[in-house]
Nanobody, 116 residues
Framework: EVQMVESGGGLVQTGGSLKLSCTASEFTVGDADMTWVRQAPGKGPEWVSAINRGGSNVYYTNSVKGRFTISRDSAKNTVYVRMNSLKPEDTAVYYC?????????WGQGTQVTVSS
């Protein structure tokens, strides 16, 4: 059974940084396009970023462009998103998945809270 495992979240002040990690059991992250999605309290899921299998193409939603950087390390079977200049509106649970996402691959996510 494939399970995505996200980590690296926490509580930071506005302007702070975090680096989230995503690894997976029973799945080789390097074999797939990957994505990060977040869900803020009381809101629906929001796509954040994606990276293709080779890592040569990356994509971001407009609100995080210039602040977030997605990357991958196939040797570590891990996908990352580095988040700089965090804002209160970045507060959410962050999830990773393949791209396009599979319903049965969602993990527990990692909570990011940005205080003002």
């Amino acid at each position: 059974e494939v399970q995505m495992v996200e980590s690296g979240g926490g509580l930071v002040q506005t302007g702070g940084s975090l680096k989230l990690s995503c690894t997976a059991s029973e799945f080789t992250v390097g074999d797939a396009d990957m994505t990060w999605v977040r869900q803020a309290p009381g809101k629906g899921p929001e796509w954040v970023s994606a990276i293709n299998r080779g890592g040569s193409n990356v994509y971001y939603t407009n609100s995080v462009k210039g602040r977030f950087t997605i990357s991958r390390d196939s040797a570590k079977n891990t996908v990352y998103v580095r988040m700089n200049s965090l804002k209160p509106e970045d507060t959410a649970v962050y999830y990773c998945n393949i791209n396009p996402p599979r319903r049965d691959y969602w993990g527990q996510g990692t909570q990011v809270t940005v205080s003002s």
